[in-house]
């Protein structure tokens, strides 16, 4: 860059020495002129260079760089200055040098004026196209506020659909979980069912009247069967037709009410056939227990009787009962301790023998017979 300025110079000097030779005829005057206007030409390439750099660095810091470059090249044609001023004696020799170039220079000057002229050709068309591109942009902006009304118009009607879609969609997951709570019934119902007839085995007193109750709950469950059968064609057919989803959940809630209805009527049948159940087995099998056990029986916990009937049924049931002890937060020792005072209070002796090291846990022998119906009457319940 500094050699192109040096150049910038050298041509500005050239061109103000030959152009005052010629109107003055002097070749001193035509020195002093080209003189002049080298620093005047520096002086205003320095402006110009000192206003760029401020405009650089208000825009952007990270050319400093760039500009210590320039000031840096700036001595340098001062430098060129000076070895100007001592080389004013050789002007006189390149004066031939610089009529060629003047020459040139007035080629160069057609050449520009005929590319001015294409410029100011290129320049009308230009504004031919600027007057057409506003329009254009006129035309544009009527067709934005159009398509922008539009838009108004096309989100409030998405809003309007989303709305209808959400409603819908609860609509529809709502009747799911009604639907689905209907199967877990009906499947509590199934294991109920399941219950009753195993029960049905024990109570020979009651087996016609169960059986008439079996006959009536097996028509309710092919009806509610048959009802869910119903209620889940209902639900692929609303997943085909959305648009129909208020009458067919009306339908749907009035059928689960009086599903519902049935249901609970069906609930306390069953609790009341299974409380009959209880009930003739407890008396069955409690008159056969004495009263001093039935009042331990009642006394004890149920992860004591857990205790003791691992103490029955394991050769060595210490890791068991470390286990029971942990999941009641509390000691072996102290759950054996509380089943021996509550014997002691209720059948006056003890439960438990203690053992040992080599000698396991066991229950008094004279104990095992009633404790083994005691079990049993629990594994009944």
Not at 88 to 117: C, D
Not at 202 to 215: F, I, Y
Not at 269 to 288: D, M, R
Not at 298 to 314: D, F, L, N, P, R
Request: proline share 2%.
């Amino acid at each position: 860059m500094g050699k192109n300025r040096l150049l910038l110079g050298a041509v500005v000097f050239s061109a103000s020495l030959v152009l005052s030779l010629i109107v003055s005829q002097d070749v001193g005057i035509a020195l002093e002129t080209g003189l002049i206007t080298i620093p005047a030409t520096f002086l205003g390439v320095g402006a110009i260079n000192l206003k760029q750099r401020n405009q650089q660095k208000l825009i952007l810091n990270d050319l400093q760089a760039e500009i210590y470059k320039l000031e840096k090249w700036q001595v340098q044609l001062n430098q060129a200055l000076r070895v100007t001023s001592e080389q004013r004696q050789q002007t006189e020799t390149n004066i031939n040098f610089l009529q060629v170039q003047l020459r040139q220079l007035s080629e160069r000057t057609t050449e520009q004026r005929y590319y001015q002229q294409q410029v100011t050709q290129e320049l009308d068309l230009l504004v031919q196209q600027k007057t057409n591109l506003v329009n254009n942009v006129q035309e544009l902006q009527v067709q934005v506020q159009d398509l922008e009304q539009h838009k108004g118009e096309i989100h409030q009607s998405v809003r309007s659909l989303k709305k209808l879609k959400h409603d819908a969609e609860t609509e529809f997951y709502l009747f799911e979980n009604q639907l689905q709570d209907l199967r877990s019934q009906v499947t509590h119902l199934h294991t109920q069912k399941q219950d009753l007839e195993d029960g049905v085995t024990l109570l020979n007193r009651l087996k016609p009247q169960l059986e008439e109750k079996s006959h009536q709950l097996q028509t309710e469950i092919q009806q509610l069967e048959k009802q869910q059968t119903e209620s889940t064609e209902a639900l692929n057919a609303i997943s085909e037709q959305k648009d129909n989803t208020q009458i067919h959940l009306s339908f749907l809630n009035k059928e689960l009410l009086e599903y519902q209805s049935k249901n609970d009527k069906i609930k306390q049948e069953l609790n009341q056939l299974i409380e009959q159940q209880k009930h003739l087995v407890t008396e069955k099998t409690t008159a056969k227990i004495p009263e001093e056990w039935q009042n331990f029986i009642s006394h004890i916990s149920k992860s004591e009787m857990q205790v003791i009937e691992a103490i029955i049924q394991q050769n060595d049931p210490s890791a068991t009962i470390k286990k029971i002890a942990e999941d009641n937060i509390t000691m072996p020792e102290l759950l054996i301790d509380s089943i021996n005072e509550c014997a002691l209070d209720t059948i006056g002796d003890l439960l438990i023998e203690p053992g040992s090291d080599s000698i396991p846990l066991g229950i008094m022998e004279e104990y095992l017979i009633q404790l083994n119906k005691i079990l049993n009457l629990n594994k009944t319940l």
